[in-house]
């Protein structure tokens, strides 16, 4: 009988040491796993983008929280009226927000009180239906051309956005994506913000 009980006592347990250990492994595992879904989609899928300045004003206010979908325009094309973040062609560390206006090959012409777009479906050009805007009259005015993979960008805030008037055409290259959520302000929060398809 007594050997019965010394037999169980002697069970070996694991110790202090190597439960720590188990345990720190399992969270370096975890920690692994988080890293490999996490990062790829951090770096090809989405990322997150805090609007600075008023040149999208009233779409978008100075300060709010983004989350940009990239991979639309890997596997696909902007499209007009899209809201696109895109690195700024006179400095790539630099990234901009502004509105898709004029696709590939169009001629888009900008009047102090309207914005027409000239295509092959469209010779005569039509005029773009813009609600997004407040201004009366557009100060910088001119007439543009775009070329394969070019874009023509406007801020929606057109009186005081530094846009493809000033710095010429977008580069589908330099297109990081365009915002998918607004997730703050919360009272503000919505899918594909500030979208408007002509």
């Not at 920690?31 to 978008?60: D, H, K, N, Y």
């Not at 888009?108 to 009259?137: A, H, M, R, S």
């Not at 589908?172 to 002509?198: E, I, T």
Request: aromatic residues 12%; positive net charge.
């Amino acid at each position: 009988m007594e050997n019965n009980i010394n037999e169980k006592l002697q069970i070996p347990t694991k110790s202090k040491l190597r439960e720590f250990v188990e345990s720190g492994w399992d969270l370096v595992k975890f920690a692994l796993i988080a890293l490999i879904i996490v990062v790829p989609i951090r770096m090809w899928v989405a990322q997150p983008f805090v609007v600075s300045g008023e040149s999208m004003f009233p779409t978008f206010d100075n300060g709010q929280y983004l989350i940009v979908d990239e991979i639309s325009y890997i596997i696909g094309q902007a499209h007009r009226g899209d809201v696109v973040v895109f690195r700024y062609p006179g400095d790539t560390k630099r990234f901009f927000i502004k509105r898709v206006i004029g696709l590939p090959n169009e001629k888009i012409i900008v009047t102090d009180k309207d914005v027409t777009v000239f295509n092959k479906e469209n010779p005569k050009g039509f005029k773009l239906t813009e609600p997004y805007i407040n201004e009366k009259t557009i100060s910088q005015t001119g007439e543009y051309n775009t070329g394969n993979d070019e874009y023509f960008v406007m801020g929606d805030n057109r009186n005081r956005s530094s846009d493809s008037r000033t710095w010429g055409l977008l580069p589908k290259k330099l297109m990081v994506g365009r915002a998918f959520l607004r997730l703050l302000p919360l009272k503000a929060v919505s899918y594909l913000p500030g979208v408007y398809n002509q």
